[in-house]
Structure formats: C-alpha cells, structure tokens
T-cell receptor
Framework: EDKVVQSPLSLVVHEGDTVTLNCSYEVTNFRSLLWYKQEKKAPTFLFMLTSSGIEKKSGRLSSILDKKELFSILNITATQTGDSAIYLCAVGNQRSGSARQLTFGSGTQLTVLP | DGGITQSPKYLFRKEGQNVTLSCEQNLNHDAMYWYRQDPGQGLRLIYYSQIVNDFQKGDIAEGYSVSREKKESFPLTVTSAQKNPTAFYLC?????????FGPGTRLTVL
C-alpha cells in the first residue's frame, strides 16, 4: 500500500523564523512529488519535484527531493503570518493503464505568530 | 477565467438522503478527481476519471457514485449508503501529474 508521511503534524513559530517540513514516502512506480498549500479551502500548487538533488525555489519557499532516501523537505525562510496554512505533500504514482493518481500525506499545520 | 468551480459551498442534508455535489472545469483537462478531507487525515481519493464516459474507484468509493458525461463536468453523488458523509469534498482536474483544485463543498449531514 502506498504511504506518504509528513512531519511534524503541527508547528507553531514566530514571524521571521525558518521552518523545515518533512515528507517521506513509500510508493510503487514513483513519478513525482508535489507540495500544496491549503489555507481555508482549495489546496494551491507550490512545487512538483521529479529529480533528486535539484532544488525548486519560489521566493522564500524552496524544496528538494531525495529519491534514494525517499523523502522531500519544504523550507520556508523569514516566515510571515500569511504562511499559516496546512502544507500537503503528495506523491504521484503510475498505477494500472494510464492512470495518474496522487497519494496525499495528512499535512503539516503551520501557524506563524506575529 | 479558467478554473474549477464547485457548488454549493455549504450543504446540509438529513440522514438517509442522497445528495449531488457539482464540479465543473473549463481548463480542458481530461482527468478529474474527487477527494474527501477529514480533519487530520489529508485527502483521500473517492473516484477519478481519465476520459469522458469512463471512471474508476479510488480508495474510499463505497457509498459514492459519479458520472462523466461531459469533459467539463464530474458530479459526485453521496448516497445514503455512505456511513459517515459529513466532510469537506474537493474536486480536482489535471492534464499531467499536477492537479488543480476547486474551492470545495462542505457537506454536513444532520
């Protein structure tokens, strides 16, 4: 059974702190790893990673994948209150036929205090 | 504007009633998905569809049904057979691995 585990489950920091969110996975036929940010409603796409060791960066957010050790991290530097959200990790796998599906972790709830 | 819409935003139903949640996309994506989100459990896949007139069960399909008569539309029916239907329901669509989500429907069964 495919499994995606995120840690920590929740995190409370102060503005300006740097945080690292973790995602480990066990899936067959790995295709990609995706990070989403969910504030109140729809998850919004942050990054998709397919190759080990190549950092993806967007502003204060960055992410990297290690396919040998089966994990990814999401870093947020100089956190702001607007970063408060649930961060979801999902792994794309190739199941039967051409089906492309995502298996999601349970998320990390990040709270940034002013 | 291109995107995914879900309606209604909030839905209240009595136990034993079937209810249908709407999902429409104008992104010209072939694949569409329905997820259920409960507190602390992430997203779990209910049904997905790769093309029109075809759909597959996900991990928690029992008590749900779908149809895909048009590329743009993928409605989800929560039947009375679903034991614990109160949850947040998210619809998504994709062309590749990246899925894009609608705003969700919060269903409460009284």
């Amino acid at each position: 059974e495919d499994k995606v585990v995120q840690s920590p489950l929740s995190l409370v920091v102060h503005e300006g702190d740097t945080v690292t969110l973790n995602c480990s996975y066990e899936v067959t036929n790995f295709r990609s790893l995706l990070w989403y940010k969910q504030e109140k409603k729809a998850p919004t796409f942050l990054f998709m990673l397919t190759s080990s060791g190549i950092e993806k960066k967007s502003g204060r957010l960055s992410s990297i994948l290690d396919k040998k050790e089966l994990f990814s991290i999401l870093n947020i530097t100089a956190t702001q209150t607007g970063d408060s959200a649930i961060y979801l990790c999902a792994v794309g796998n190739q199941r039967s036929g051409s089906a492309r599906q995502l298996t999601f972790g349970s998320g990390t709830q990040l709270t940034v205090l002013p | 504007d291109g995107g995914i819409t879900q309606s209604p935003k909030y839905l209240f139903r009595k136990e034993g009633q079937n209810v249908t949640l709407s999902c429409e996309q104008n992104l010209n994506h072939d694949a569409m998905y329905w997820y259920r989100q409960d507190p602390g459990q992430g997203l779990r896949l209910i049904y997905y569809s790769q093309i029109v007139n075809d759909f597959q069960k996900g991990d928690i399909a029992e008590g749900y049904s779908v149809s895909r008569e048009k590329k743009e539309s993928f409605p989800l029916t929560v039947t009375s057979a679903q034991k614990n239907p109160t949850a947040f329901y998210l619809c998504a669509s994709s062309r590749s691995d990246t899925q894009y989500f609608g705003p969700g429907t919060r269903l409460t069964v009284l």
